[in-house]
């Protein structure tokens, strides 16, 4: 995914903000956009106790910075800020991928998402308790 592409689908979301319960965040420094993630805020699961993860993206050079552990954080405290217990997340395949979430603790979903795993067949479906953090 190239700069454009990256700041497309953040103007996108960004835009659409107020027709869908999204929540939004970024780090931008100087104007370049260095990562993003957009939560759905509509409950999902049995009890409704998940909220979607929905993109997370770290641009590659700004990888292994802790960035993306900010912007994680940052989707933790929405989902306690709405009282959700868990996020709920269609992981990448990539190896790298994989380690980074297994190192914020994300382990396999318990409850699959079938409309993301329609979606993305080949990502891997993942959980993060949130009241364990």
Do not use: C, H
């Given at each position: 995914m190239d700069n454009e592409e990256r700041e497309q689908i953040f103007n996108d979301y960004f835009v659409?903000?107020?027709?869908?319960?999204?929540?939004?965040?970024?780090?931008?420094?100087?104007?370049e956009l260095l990562g993003f993630m957009i939560l759905n805020c509509n409950p999902i699961g049995k009890g409704s106790e998940y909220i979607e993860l929905k993109m997370f993206h770290v641009s590659?050079?700004?990888?292994?910075?802790?960035?993306?552990?900010?912007?994680?954080?940052?989707?933790k405290r929405k989902a306690n800020?709405?009282?959700?217990?868990?996020?709920y997340l269609s992981a990448h395949s990539a190896y790298e991928t994989q380690k980074f979430y297994e190192s914020l603790g994300c382990i396999d979903a318990i409850w699959k998402y079938l409309k993301a795993v329609e979606l993305e067949?080949?990502?891997?479906?993942?959980?993060?308790?949130?009241?364990?953090?």
């Open positions: 659409d903000l107020k027709n869908k319960n999204l929540y939004v965040s970024a780090i931008i420094d100087n104007s590659q050079q700004y990888r292994n910075k802790g960035i993306g552990k900010l912007l994680f954080d940052d989707a800020e709405l009282n959700i217990p868990k996020l067949p080949w990502d891997i479906q993942m959980e993060y308790s949130v009241r364990n953090s």
